[in-house]
């Protein structure tokens, strides 16, 4: 059964969140790390459609995004062997394990990879052009993986950047989003009816 009310108090925090804090990246990302852990550490609010893999490649799912574009939540589902190329961000971001594991495999420049680490349900890794932004993210494991991205932008509509592995040449693109609808996070009926 899907508890929607997480997601949309999780959404609720956050636009506060980015009302109070949002100039101060620092304390975004301590902030927001800790609702997203909050968020990701239930498993019973995320709708099926926005956790369905595609065996063709891993899928970006918009759940929601602030109406003045502050911050967006989105779905990542990979399916064993699903990889990003290497790319950037430019913006800060926070990336929640829901299920499975996920490998990334972080970069200083486009061709020089410094460290890897793995991420388990429940722990929430962080992005930003001031501590880091260019990684490879893949699932590590054998299962379906799921994780929910929090960005301090639209990021479907961001400007960004891949990189060839062994020139490190950037090349545009825009990721844009695998889904034409969003959750109804604002339907209360059926709590207010049960009341």
Known sequence: ???????????????????????????MLDEGEKLLRALVTHDDWLPREFAAPSPESYRQY?????PLERFSVVSFVWMAGH?????????????????????????SSAVR?????????????????????IHVVSNAGSETAVSIHVYGANIG???????????????????????????????RSKENSAA
């Open 113 to 133: 990879k410094i460290n890897s680490h793995q991420s388990k349900p429940g722990e929430v890794d962080r992005v930003s052009p001031a501590i880091g932004d």
């Open 83 to 107: 990889r990003t190329p290497i790319h950037d961000h430019t913006v800060w971001g926070l990336v929640g394990v829901m299920r499975g594991v996920e490998l990334c495999e972080e970069f």
């Open 1 to 27: 059964m899907e508890n929607i009310r997480r997601l949309r108090d999780y959404v609720l925090a956050m636009t506060q969140l980015v009302e109070r804090h949002g100039a101060d990246e620092p304390r």
């Open 157 to 187: 509509a961001v400007r960004r950047h891949t990189f060839d592995p062994a020139t490190g040449k950037p090349n545009e693109f825009v990721s844009g989003y695998h889904n034409k609808t969003v959750p109804n996070l604002w339907d």
């Open 62 to 66: 918009l759940l929601y995004c602030d």
